[in-house]
């Protein structure tokens, strides 16, 4: 049999996930922190959300009205409290 009158067929693959996938959200999700609010240390906006059991949404409006204290700094782009703030707010609100 001669190959030159062989013809390539080529089939056309489906992608194997069709699932549309969801637009990322913003929103940060509450992570219980790996540190013990006692010592020195760093906590971020989930570590926040978790211990204070309350949603982002709600902690930036209390950012906004004063009811929750400011950030103590930012790495980037990212808030972050020292512990020694959360501990003081949260045996305050207590």
Known sequence: MPTENLIRVHRVRKPTDTRQRKPRSSHVSPKRPLIDLDGPGRL?????????????????????????????????????????????YLSRAS
Do not use: Q
């Open 44 to 88: 971020r906006t989930g570590n926040v959300l978790a211990l204070c059991g309350i949603s982002h949404s709600t902690l930036y409006v209390r950012l906004k009205t004063g009811d929750f204290p400011p950030p103590d700094g930012k790495d980037g782009k990212m808030n972050y409290w020292n512990t020694e703030t959360i501990r003081r």
